[in-house]
């Protein structure tokens, strides 16, 4: 029996800007965390204090979205069960100089083999999109609120998570965090997004969406699966101890064929999501 429950969390911009890791919003601007020439670390702190005054005008008008799910779940060899759902996944092929395994996000959860059911998260987070539109005229504040936007989206997902950790799942009642800390990943678990390194092929928005029914935050897909508002993330969450974030890096065509046919969809279109694993 399913007694998985969407739940739909709804932030203050406020409330979600403490989260934000500043570096990515850096990065995005070409600014370097350790730059040391002087123009340069004076023109990154006029953006930041920009960047503050604007996140000041956001607020009055505009939210942060986010859905998650805590799916009963097992591993079932390379593939994940959600909730009943097939979720497959994929493995590394390439060997470790140091000799260490091929993982894969399955293994850090509880074959379907033992019997014992487990639990795995599920979420999207986005921004309201009207909130890209905004600017259009303007090249410098319309780049400004769209990377702004990015970093909201990702911020909420780390005030969700913790909020999922402590509460909603609670195995980690006891983590007492400061956010520096958090945004270090000092906490127990990963949070791998769809289209980072460990789950690079996008086409499995349409298995999370299935799920979660993103639309509920106003997210839509693609025909290729990508997702609309622009500043929106999405993914797993794995609680395992010994839980790690991993690149699948390169496979070969017996896995892209094995995948394929696990994903009930062609090898040409499968091709098309993995090109870069190719």
Same mark, same amino acid.
């Given at each position: 029996?399913?007694?998985s ?8 911009i406020?409330?979600? !800007?403490?989260y934000?890791?500043w ?18 670390? !004076? ?5 930041f204090?920009e960047?503050?005054q ?5 607020? &009055? ?7 998650f ?8 060899g ?8 097939l979720?497959?996944?994929?493995r590394q092929?390439?060997p470790h100089?140091?000799?260490s ?6 293994d ?6 033992s019997g ?20 259009e ?10 990377t702004?936007a990015d ?11 913790? %909020?999922?950790? &402590?509460?909603?799942?609670g ?14 990943e ?15 092929d996008?086409?499995?928005n ?6 979660l029914h993103m ?11 990508a ?7 999405c ?8 839980a790690? %974030?991993? !690149? ?18 062609s ?7 993995? !090109?870069?694993n190719?």
């Open positions: 029996m399913n007694n429950v969407d739940k739909v969390l709804t932030y203050t406020h409330e979600v !800007a403490p934000i890791n570096i990515y919003f850096f990065h995005a601007w070409g600014f370097q965390p350790k730059e040391k020439e002087r123009a340069k670390a !004076a023109e990154a702190m006029q953006l204090k960047a503050n604007m996140l000041n005008q956001l607020d &009055k008008n505009y939210h942060v979205h986010i859905i799910r805590l799916c009963e779940a097992n591993a079932d390379d593939n994940l069960i959600l909730d009943g759902k979720f497959p996944l994929l092929q390439i100089p140091d000799g395994p091929f993982l894969c996000l399955s850090f959860v509880r074959p379907l083999s014992i059911p487990d639990t795995v998260g599920i979420f999207a987070a986005s921004c309201d999109g009207e909130v890209e539109l905004l600017y005229n303007d090249t410098y504040k319309r780049m400004l609120v769209q702004l970093r909201l989206a990702e911020a909420a997902t780390e005030k969700m998570h913790e %909020y999922v950790r &402590k509460v909603a799942w195995y980690a009642k006891d983590e007492n965090l400061s956010i520096p800390d958090l945004l270090r000092k906490f127990q678990g990963i949070r791998p997004a769809v289209g980072y390194p460990s789950l690079p996008q086409s499995v349409f298995l999370l969406n299935d799920l639309e509920q935050i106003g997210i839509t897909l693609t025909e290729n699966g997702m609309r508002p622009h500043a929106t993330v993914g797993l969450i794995l609680a395992h101890p010994a790690r %974030y991993f !690149a699948v890096g390169k496979i070969g065509n017996d896995q892209l064929e094995d995948y394929a046919r696990r994903r009930k969809m090898v040409k279109e499968i091709r098309k999501f993995l !090109a870069a190719l």
